[in-house]
């Protein structure tokens, strides 16, 4: 069962995320997008990371895509204002560049064995979680604080003044 | 397959059942309550009391002209009023609606799903119910729309910050994020409306403006802004919308009485003698205080709309911001002190 | 089960399609939602890692990737919007003010 909605939820999201990425308009990517960030939350929860499913949708889905939403509507451009695609050349190229880079990859990783099913349980609950970002990871969570800070200062000025 | 999936799948088809009845009569008890405070009489023409007037209203919107503009992104249009519907439901999955319930000899628990992160799952859950304002506002290819639904998205992304900060003192009080812990913790302690005020009046206040209700119901203001994000839909698509805001409203409701009024718990009663060895009785009434508590909050969500003049958009967003996320800031660092220092709280 | 072998190569196709994305596309909106699938790509492969070792951390650093895509996702719209004022369009072909 677990199995199954595993290979469902991944198709999904690759399928999905192929709209992202081949869509004119971009509302239909960015809900495309959604999409594929409810499947991933999917996936998390199956491999028991209940507290980071959760974040997923809540700060992907919930906040971040609304944002994209909240531009692109705001932006309104008409359909023939929407840049699409590079030229015809570039975009060979660059399909080119983007098989090689995930084939070499997937070369890389099958080349190796790792094992396919782990060595014991693992609990993804809360608590432990919370236990590590408050006490191995506090330096890196303070700055990540300190970082969202910068980020709203510094969106709040761009959004304000000429540049 | 085995009774466990079976009793799962019960309890969904019940919770279900059951929040889309009331849906449904909540549209005749807001017409109700309104002429009551208005010394009117309210529809009483279909059925005894206008008892019918849901049914007669729900044939009404399946028959008119589903009209979609000719500009229209028509699949989008046609997603946008789902998108509404499914969140509002959705949430319903993990609020505990009773105790146990001694059914065929087995102990079966009144909630859909006990998640052991209940609270951040509403959270995440209620924050996808913008993408049925955006989506619809911006679809429908109107200018009145997309100023709703650009009006509605930014009102409740500005109070769902408050709404969860609202909701830490609680958390951290009782330790943790399940809602039935919670609702243990309030029927072993004090109910939290009593031990934290704040947290209780920004929660409310939070609520309505997520729930676009009167005094915040912007995103709707038909008289004076054109309506907002539905302006072009009618017939089922629009009375989505309609069911949707009264859906998301009996989960509100859910919600308060969960987190700050004790959930099924009614304090002394359930404590008698009699309620010992009567384990289904009690399961019964712990369901019916519950239902009770929530009407109490559906009836209140009413008589405010009903009293309350509209609050102007820059007000709307000055109380969001410069009022409600500040004082909920402070709400937590007050209760981080108080558990500190005087070692309330916590799973202790 | 999850098959973990399997959850690795979706990860990396994910990350091919995220790339594909940021280098066909001119909408600086979709080139920067390309670059979210990219994240998430990296994200999924972290928590696939975590679950192999058994070890929490790597679902933490996944934590982190999340937070710091907020943060970048603010700054970016915000300077996409800035981009647009100034030449009344989100085409990237058209930003290379720097070249002229």
Request: aromatic residues 12%; proline residues 4%.
């Amino acid at each position: 069962m677990i199995s199954f909605l595993f290979y469902v939820f991944s198709a999904l999201a690759l399928a999905s995320a192929v709209m992202v990425v081949t869509r004119k308009n971009p509302v239909s990517s960015a809900l495309f997008l959604v999409m594929t960030f409810f499947c991933l939350a999917g996936i998390y929860v199956l491999m028991d990371a209940f507290f980071l499913a959760v974040v997923q949708v809540a700060v992907y889905a919930g906040a971040i895509m609304v944002l994209f939403l909240f531009v692109i509507m705001m932006l309104n451009l008409s359909p023939d204002e929407l840049p699409a695609f590079m030229n015809r050349r570039i975009k060979w190229a660059a399909a080119a560049l983007a098989i090689v880079l995930t084939g070499s990859l997937l070369f890389l990783d099958l080349s190796r064995r790792l094992p396919a099913s782990p060595a014991g349980e693992l609990k993804g609950e809360v608590g432990a979680l919370g236990d590590l970002i408050f006490g191995k990871f506090l330096l890196p969570f303070e700055l990540t604080a300190v970082l969202l800070l910068m980020a709203i200062v510094a969106a709040v000025i761009m959004a304000r003044r000429e540049i | 397959m085995n009774p466990a999936l079976w009793i799962t799948l019960g309890k969904i088809l019940v919770v279900f059942a059951l929040t889309l009845g009331t849906v449904a009569y909540m549209t005749l008890a807001e017409r109700k309550v309104s002429a009551i405070i208005q010394w009117r009489k309210g529809p009483n023409r279909v059925g005894i009391w206008g008892l019918l007037q849901p049914i007669a209203d729900g044939l009404k919107f399946v028959f008119k002209e589903d009209y979609v503009p000719q500009t229209a992104n028509k699949a989008l249009h046609a997603l946008a009023p789902m998108l509404t519907m499914a969140p509002a439901l959705m949430t319903f999955a993990v609020v505990p609606f009773g105790s146990t319930l001694p059914i065929f000899g087995m102990e079966v628990k009144m909630i859909v799903a006990d998640l052991s992160i209940g609270i951040l799952f509403i959270f995440a859950i209620a924050s996808l119910g913008v993408y049925g304002l955006a989506v619809g506002g911006w679809s429908s290819n109107n200018k009145y729309s997309l100023l709703g639904g650009l009006r509605s998205s930014a009102q409740m992304i500005s109070y769902e910050i408050s709404m969860g900060l609202s909701v830490i003192p609680i958390i951290m009080m009782s330790g943790t994020l399940m809602l039935t812990g919670i609702v243990d913790w309030q029927g072993n302690h004090l109910w939290f409306v009593i031990t934290q005020p704040l947290s209780f009046l920004l929660f409310v206040i939070s609520s309505f403006a997520e729930t676009n209700r009167l005094p915040f119901d912007l995103p709707e203001a038909e008289p004076e802004l054109v309506g907002g994000f539905h302006t072009e839909y009618s017939s089922m698509k629009f009375a989505s919308f309609f069911l949707g805001e009264y859906a998301n409203m009996i989960t509100a409701s859910a919600l308060i009485v969960t987190l700050f009024f004790g959930g099924y718990h009614l304090p002394f009663i359930e404590n008698l003698a009699f309620f010992d060895n009567h384990g289904f009785m009690l399961g019964m009434l712990h369901v019916i205080t519950f239902m009770a508590k929530t009407a109490v909050w559906l009836f209140i969500f009413i008589w405010v709309r009903w009293s309350l003049p509209r609050f102007r958009y820059d007000q709307l967003m000055g109380l969001g911001w410069k009022v409600l996320l500040p004082l909920s800031l402070v709400n937590i660092l007050i209760y981080g002190i108080i558990i500190l220092g005087f070692g309330l709280g916590g799973t202790s | 089960m999850v098959n973990l072998n399997a959850s690795i190569i979706v990860a990396l196709l994910l990350f091919g399609i995220g790339t594909l994305g940021f280098l066909i596309r001119r909408n600086a909106i979709v080139v920067f939602m390309s670059v979210e699938l990219m994240l998430n790509a990296v994200n999924l492969l972290l928590v696939t890692f975590s679950r192999m070792r058994v070890d929490l951390d790597g679902q933490v650093m996944a934590f982190f990737v999340m937070a710091v895509a907020a943060a970048e996702a603010a700054v970016g719209l915000a300077i996409i919007i800035a981009v647009f004022r100034k030449l009344r369009s989100i085409d990237l072909d058209k930003a290379s003010l720097l070249r002229s």
